[in-house]
């Protein structure tokens, strides 16, 4: 049995002037422990289509199980992680990463105290007093991913977690992130706009298309990448022919001048 | 002169410049309170003004020993100030509960859309003279007018901040599978904070309103009524000292409400 399972999903989004179809007859199955990316242009439907895996909402067609059952009817089994960090502004560091605990009435000494720990293994002792506002935009998403891996997820969705971030900032965080879901054998599925990134982290890549956001391709990463952490990924020898492989099929799908 | 001592040196006279800055705005203001009251009472010692219909500083504060000492300005004062608070602290909260339950349906907020608009266009003291009949003319009547010139509007305004809360702060929790009031506890209700202390500051002002017409209306007691009884015996005195009294009390309650936002909003700044 498939561990995540989307099945022929289709969704509309209407509203009072227009309905446009974000996702046509999408289909794609993720083992568990399996690290996955969803790349396509702006507009594809890839936060559509996490939107509707978190449970969200429900798509206008199709379903989405999760070890056999419906996602809409799951609890906590999945964390999300949006687009930006959305930490409250107005809790402090801990009072944002024991949210998700908080809210599942599941806040218990342990949990807390692992989830404390979380937040040390990423590098970020003695903020917990501190306001989000008062962290850089690095430590803000690090503290995003604590908070959306304390509640033990089995699934992670992360939704171009590191597009807002430096460049060096980014390829320390892609390690850092790696690292962590190798460790605990966690599911994940990455969307990003950057090739590169999703090369190296994944063990799969989805292409998709746009309008309407379709699934186009499917490339498996080979194994001598998935064994190296993302930054010695970048430059493994093996590296630049996948990349151009995906970039050009990245390329027949935008037509030139149209970016 | 090394860089450094020329940055120090700078430093030093930036802060020296605010310091004066900031003792000429208080001289300034001091002048223009003493030029206000001795004008205003040699103004009136003079006669270039009708000492009868404006008073006089000096006569004020005779009318106010006199009044502490028998008592009975403290009577008025505590009157006036209870029916405020209460009609401040009233409005306020219904008017925060009636916007979280518009936020809770948005159907029946949808239904309430044109009575809300009526109901706020509506010049509230109007309705002074149907509550005084309704509930009698006491105290509760005028704590009722007090409370009732503010509820639309910060029903209003709070529920439209609850509406414009960033919608991705309700996804985060969503995902955690956050319930409709877990939503409204962690993420509306404080995202709206600074929406509803700035609301209580303008009902600060309201309160004070409605509170005076209601004392005009039933005319028995409270700071309202020295106003009243004093324009109808012709003892602008009267009249004078309540006016300095509610501009006291008011500015009180207003740096009151500014200390309570500065402990309740929390996000280290
Ligand atoms: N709430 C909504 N109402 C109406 N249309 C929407 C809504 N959300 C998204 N859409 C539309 O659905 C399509 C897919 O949007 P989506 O946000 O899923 O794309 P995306 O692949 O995540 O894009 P990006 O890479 O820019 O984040 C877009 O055409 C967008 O305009
Ligand atoms: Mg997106």
């Known amino acids: 049995m498939d561990f995540l399972k989307v099945d022929a999903v289709h969704h509309t989004y209407f509203t009072k002037t227009s309905a446009v179809t974000a996702l046509s007859d999408v289909s794609l199955e993720v083992e568990e422990g399996e690290f ?24 206008t067609e199709g379903t989405v199980t999760l070890e056999g059952k419906r996602v809409e009817t799951a609890e906590n089994e999945i964390g999300y992680m949006l687009q930006q960090d959305y930490l409250f502004p107005w809790k402090n560091i801990e009072e944002n990463i024991l949210l998700g ?68 900032t980014k390829l320390k965080l892609e390690d850092l992130v790696s690292d962590t879901l190798k460790s605990f054998g966690k599911t994940a599925i990455l969307v990003t706009h950057d090739i590169g990134e999703a090369i190296s982290m994944s063990d799969r890549v989805f292409l998709f298309s746009a309008r309407p956001g379709q699934l186009h391709k499917t490339f498996v990463i080979p194994k001598e990448l998935r064994d190296e952490t993302p930054f010695n990924a970048r430059n493994h020898e093996v590296y630049p022919a996948i990349f151009q492989t995906i970039w050009k099929e990245l390329e027949s799908l935008e037509p030139a001048g149209e970016r | ?31 223009i309170f003493i030029v206000f009251f001795s004008g205003w009472e040699l103004a009136s010692q003079k006669q270039w003004i009708d000492p009868l219909i404006f008073s006089a500083p000096s006569k004020v504060w005779g009318l106010f ?15 006036t100030l209870s029916e405020t608070v209460f009609g401040f602290i009233l409005g306020t909260f219904l008017g925060t509960l009636l916007a979280a339950i518009l936020w809770w349906s948005p159907m029946l907020s949808k239904i309430a859309d044109p009575y809300l608009v009526v109901l706020n266009s509506m010049p509230k003291v109007a309705l002074g003279p149907i509550l005084i009949v309704a509930l009698g003319p006491s105290f ?31 996804k985060v929790l969503q995902t955690f ?6 939503i409204f506890r962690e993420a509306i209700l404080p995202a709206s904070f600074p929406t509803i202390i700035s609301t209580l500051k303008v009902n600060v002002g309201l309160s004070w309103v409605g509170v005076i017409v209601g004392e005009f209306l039933v005319s028995s007691k409270g700071l309202g009524y020295m106003i009243i009884y004093g324009f109808q015996v012709f003892n602008f005195t009267l009249v004078m000292l309540s006016l300095l009294v509610i501009a006291v009390f008011a500015t009180v309650m207003y740096q009151l409400v500014e200390l309570l936002e500065r402990k309740l909003i929390k996000n280290g700044s």
């Open chain 2, 1 to 31: 002169m090394s860089p450094q001592e020329n940055v120090k040196f700078l430093h030093r006279k930036y802060i020296q410049s605010l310091n004066r800055e900031k003792k000429w705005v208080r001289f300034y203001q001091a002048v």
């Open chain 2, 65 to 79: 020993l006199t009044k502490i000492q028998d008592g009975t300005l403290m009577v008025d004062l505590g009157y």
């Open chain 1, 36 to 59: 996955v990316s969803f790349l396509g242009p702006s507009g594809c439907g890839k936060t559509t289509l996490l939107s509707i895996i978190a449970g969200l909402f429900e798509p």
């Open chain 1, 101 to 168: 605990l908080k809210i599942g009435n599941s806040l218990t000494p342990d949990k807390k105290a692992y989830a404390l720990k979380l937040l040390q293994e990423m590098g970020l002792k003695g903020v917990e007093s501190q306001f989000p506002k008062q962290l850089s935009g690095g430590m803000r998403q690090r503290v995003a991913l604590v908070r959306t891996l304390a509640t033990g997820p089995k699934l992670l969705m992360l939704d171009e977690p590191f597009s807002a971030l430096d460049y060096q």
């Open chain 2, 177 to 182: 599978g956050a319930n409709r009031f877990q």
């Open chain 2, 140 to 170: 509760t009547s005028i704590v009722a007018m007090g409370a009732i010139i503010s509820i639309i509007i910060t029903t209003i305004v709070v529920y439209t901040s609850f509406k414009e809360v960033d919608p991705n702060y309700i």
